[in-house]
């Protein structure tokens, strides 16, 4: 069955310190991957989606993540932490051709001035 | 500009009551959907429409009606049968009903529903 998991809850950094947000993946086939960010009582925004090719995608808000098809993982990570960066980042796996789209629980994100 | 509308933004049921949430997309997209968010929990899908006049159960169905009556209107009503109804709902929309490579879902802004 296809899953997806976010094993951080809650992660705190400080501002200008790098992050990594860690999501590992079930599925099948080679997935279509996502981030989206999701600020309090709103609706999700996407940062970038990984479909092929080169596993390294850049997003939007100077976001980057790593496909690793070894590893089933498809990590977030930013190299400076941004005060308006504190929310709640959610991984989503498309299962190809069908209507499926599979979110994690989230891992919510507080960045200490 | 293009995007989907969701309203009320906070909603309060009484026991017993049926209460009906919109959401509104003015972006062409065929593919609606409705999911609900519980904190530590993610997103569940209910119900998903590819096209107007269709819908489909997704995972959690059971206490929740829509309709598609129109390719940019897919309300949800939360019905007396659904035991649990407090949580945020989310819609969102896509271009076309399956995940492709060119895919991704575009969400509105929620809907808080509280039981009084």
């Known amino acids: 069955a296809q899953s997806v998991t976010q094993p951080d809850i809650h992660i705190t950094v400080s501002e200008g310190a790098s992050l990594e947000l860690r999501c590992n993946y079930s599925?099948?086939?080679?997935?279509?991957l996502f981030w989206y960010v999701q600020s309090p009582g709103q609706g999700l925004q996407l940062l970038l989606k990984y479909f092929s090719g080169d596993t390294l995608v850049q997003g939007i808000k100077g976001f980057e993540a790593e496909f690793k098809r070894s590893q089933s993982s498809f990590n977030l990570r930013k190299p400076s932490v941004h005060w308006s960066d504190a929310a709640e980042y959610f991984c989503?796996?498309?299962?190809?051709?069908?209507?499926?789209?599979?979110f994690g629980t989230g891992t919510r994100l507080k960045v200490l001035a | 500009d293009g995007g989907i509308t969701q309203s009320p933004k906070y909603l309060f049921r009484k026991e017993g009551q049926n209460v009906t949430l919109s959401c509104e997309q003015n972006l062409n997209h065929d593919a609606m959907y409705w999911y609900r968010q519980d904190p530590g929990q993610g997103l569940r899908l209910i119900y998903y429409s590819q096209i107007v006049n269709d819908f489909q159960k997704g995972d959690i169905a059971e206490g929740y009606s829509v309709s598609r009556e129109k390719k940019e209107s897919f309300p949800l009503t939360v019905t007396s049968a659904q035991k649990n109804p407090t949580a945020f709902y989310l819609c969102?929309?896509?271009?076309?009903?399956?995940?492709?490579?060119?895919?991704?879902?575009?969400f509105g802004s929620g809907t808080q529903l509280s039981v009084l």
């Open positions: 969102a929309s896509s271009f076309t009903p399956t995940a492709t490579r060119n895919e991704k879902l575009f």
């Open positions: 989503a796996v498309g299962a190809s051709g069908t209507y499926k789209y599979i």
């Open positions: 599925y099948g086939a080679t997935p279509y």
